[in-house]
């Protein structure tokens, strides 16, 4: 274990080497100082201008999410029978919510449909693959106790889902978490959402509007538990699609043309699209240089970059979890700073990835070094919150070392080190994801480029560079679960937290 | 360990004569796991109405035995596990009404699980009051303690209204005052009955046909009057 940790951490130094770390701004603690002001003296009144955007941000985050548990459930029925649904579960949640957001947006048009399709396909990917390992990791005594006879169904019904029920809840409700992120951050690519508001206060530099905002949404966050009661979701979805459903206009015409046409390599519609026919014609030369040169120009370039930041995230947020994590532990510290790292831990992982780097960019300029931080300040704070948790569960002997430096090293490092590795790989495909999309504010990886083909229109780029960040996620998928096989390390399926 | 060897007998039938029909008819059975015999070359006729009691040492096989009938027995029989097999996040009814899923069809049971039949209710009752479990009708199974989740266990078993009925320690984890009666309502619940229990006095009172294991082999297979002390004391004797 020691052996492997230790070739990622070679891998992230030779990236930092590579990586363009540089902080552009001159005057970056200005800003920040700024920023902190705007801290402690929000603005409420931004909340006024906001409130259908929560309200948006609620309902886009419902809808994405019934959407996603209907699919995710039909999914997980056939998901453990059939490779291609298992693949097809890996590819659909490979891609980034806002990249999917990018992909239905000329097919629906920047409405709620959009959003909510953004959400609720990949998470449909997600919950398949978790529900299938919840149901099929539940105790099978109840299973074993029924008539030998009884149907699948009922088999389903009477021995599976009462025992698994309350893994599949607790999970569910924690992408409901997520899924309010993803609608917030969605607001960010223009659906009217409160990632909207936030990016107009940052990129204005409104610094009293922007925590206001930030805050409510801490507050929604935390709140959920007071009004999310599980027979109280039905009504909530329904409400939610009846206050979007008004606003929804799909046309069939632009879908097909969407389907047939827009997605085809550009040398196949350039000469129809000239001579106004919208002729397709077929040269096998001519799409094979289009994918040629956009590997060489984008996706060489775009794909390196999203693995160097990879990288030196995933051993970022391993340093940093290994730092915050004895904080909430309770072999370390007593019950009021335990009690305040914990909080802490919550503000971090609660706050978007995609909010915390826009605001370190608008603070230290495009570099690798604002997404990175942010990338490993979010998933640290998810990984010291389970490796605390863990480390909380540990008995240990009464007669430990007095001093703390040598009960975290000898005592409760070694315990927890396989689990927070196992945490640590199962959350690599999801940086991953991160890093490429956060290029749409501006470092040059994937998202980079994606960004740039649907500013310019050009769909087939779009098309074929989400297809290539698709496939490097379920590359890195791959070696993750190879990794963690080799190290023997395990976490339990309701931990694995993307 | 005092034994009466009178005990029991009039509450059985006595044991069919030769033309009554072999419900169990084992010749040479071994049965292993992972190529370790649990059960070797047993031999074994149980006839239609006879309740048999199983009894041993633990890791005599008993268990390896009652398992093997209950696949025997196919769709017929009803089998009360050592570790209950219960669902337990649901209701003691939903847990007794288990006992039936394969009569009724998915969509059904699917009804039932969000909102019991009055019918169901009717037929479910009885088996429930004569458990003493009247009061935790609606309760979950996970919040009851081991005796009354055995008690539950038991009544999914003889709800189940099978013609053999298998018990695996069905009485191991409930108060002494109250075996006695749940050995005899299992008793009434099938026609063939056969259960593995430790609590010997408890089995000879209530069995009238004793089969002992040990070691994977049956050692003695009487009427439960003809068992006696040194028998039992051999039977339970330390190893070696």
Redo the contacts between chains.
């Keep these: 274990m020691l052996r492997t940790s230790l070739v990622f951490v070679a891998i992230a130094a030779v990236c930092v080497g590579l990586a363009d770390l540089e902080i552009a701004t001159l005057e970056p603690w200005d800003e920040l100082r700024r920023i902190a002001v705007g801290f402690v003296t929000p603005d409420a009144g931004a909340l006024t201008g906001a409130s259908q955007a929560l309200l948006n941000t609620i309902t886009f985050a419902f809808c994405g999410l019934a959407l996603g548990v209907t699919g995710g459930s039909l999914l997980a029925a056939v998901f453990s029978r059939s490779a291609a649904v298992r693949s097809f579960c890996a590819c659909i949640r490979a891609v980034h919510e806002l990249f999917w957001a990018f992909l239905f947006l000329p097919v629906v048009g920047l409405n709620p449909i959009c959003g909510i399709l953004a959400i609720g396909v990949p998470y449909a990917g997600v919950f398949a693959k978790v529900y299938a390992e919840i149901l099929q990791e539940a105790d099978r005594?109840?299973l074993?106790?029924?008539?030998?006879?009884?149907?699948?169904?009922?088999?389903f019904?009477?021995?599976v889902l009462?025992?698994a029920?309350?893994d599949l809840r607790a999970y569910t409700s924690y992408r409901l978490e997520c899924a309010l992120r993803s609608s917030a951050i969605l607001g960010f690519i223009g659906l009217p959402t409160l990632g909207f508001h936030l990016e107009t206060a940052f990129r204005e530099g409104l610094y009293a509007e922007a925590p206001a905002l930030l805050y409510a949404f801490y507050l929604l966050i935390a709140s959920l538990r007071w009004w999310v009661k599980p027979r109280l979701v039905p009504l909530y979805v329904a409400a939610s699609f009846a206050l979007i459903s008004t606003e929804v206009h799909v046309s069939w015409d632009n879908i097909r043309r969407f389907l047939t046409y827009e997605i085809l390599p550009w040398p196949m519609r350039s000469e129809g699209y000239y001579a106004g026919t919208g002729q397709i014609v077929f040269d096998a030369m001519e799409v094979g240089r289009w994918a040629w040169d956009l590997t060489l120009s984008e996706v060489v370039p775009g794909a390196w970059n999203t693995l160097i930041l990879t990288q030196i995230a995933l051993v970022g947020t391993g340093l940093f979890t290994l730092v915050v994590f004895p904080g909430i532990c309770r072999h370390f510290y007593s019950r009021v700073p335990r009690a305040l790292s914990h909080y802490g831990l919550i503000v971090l992982r609660t706050t978007p990835e995609y909010i915390l780097a826009y605001a370190l960019l608008q603070l230290w300029g495009p570099s690798v070094m604002p997404a990175a931080v942010a990338i490993l300040l979010h998933n640290g704070a998810i990984l010291g919150h389970l490796t605390g948790g863990h480390a909380n569960t540990l008995n240990l002997r009464t007669d430990l070392p007095k001093r703390r430096i040598d009960r975290y090293l000898f005592e409760v490092l070694p315990r927890v080190y396989g689990s927070f590795l196992a945490f640590l790989f199962y959350r690599w495909e999801v940086m991953m994801r991160e890093s490429a999309v956060l290029g749409i504010l501006g470092i040059p990886t994937l998202g980079f480029f994606i960004d740039s083909a649907i500013a310019a229109d050009a769909i087939d780029k779009v098309i074929f560079l989400i297809g290539v960040t698709a496939l490097l996620n379920v590359g890195i998928d791959s070696i993750s679960q190879l990794v963690r096989r080799r190290l023997r390390v395990r976490a339990g399926a309701v931990f694995t937290y993307d | 360990m005092t034994v009466d060897p009178t005990a029991g007998g009039e509450a059985n039938r006595p044991v069919s004569g030769a033309n009554a029909r072999a419900v169990f008819e084992l010749r040479n059975v071994t049965v292993a796991y992972d190529e370790v015999p649990a059960i070797e070359r047993v031999s074994l006729r149980i006839e239609e109405g006879e309740k048999v009691v199983l009894i041993g040492p633990s890791g005599a096989g008993k268990s390896t035995l009652l398992r093997h009938l209950y696949e025997l027995s196919g769709e017929q029989g009803a089998l009360i596990h050592q570790d209950y097999s219960l669902i337990p996040q649901l209701s003691v009814f939903h847990n007794v009404y288990a006992g039936r899923l394969d009569q009724h069809t998915a969509w059904r049971n699917f009804r039932t699980l969000l909102r019991p039949d009055s019918r169901d209710m009717h037929t479910v009752q009885p088996i429930i009051e004569a458990l003493d479990l009247q009061d935790k009708t609606h309760e979950r199974v996970q919040a009851l303690s081991g005796g009354q989740q055995q008690r539950v266990a038991v009544g999914r078993a003889v709800y189940r209204d099978g013609q053999i009925l298998l018990g695996d320690e069905p009485v191991s984890a409930i108060d002494p005052h109250q075996a006695g009666r749940v050995l005899e309502l299992i008793k009434g619940s099938a026609a063939t009955v056969v259960l593995a229990m430790h609590d010997v006095q408890l089995a000879l009172e209530h069995f009238s046909r004793v089969v002992a294991l040990r070691d994977g082999q049956i050692t003695f297979d009487l009427p439960a009057a003809q068992v006696d002390r040194n028998m039992l004391s051999h039977l339970y004797r330390a190893e070696g």
Excluded at chain 1, 144 to 155: D, E, I, K
């Design positions: 005594r109840a074993n106790g029924l008539p030998p006879r009884t149907g699948g169904l009922s088999r019904f009477y021995g009462p025992v029920y309350p």
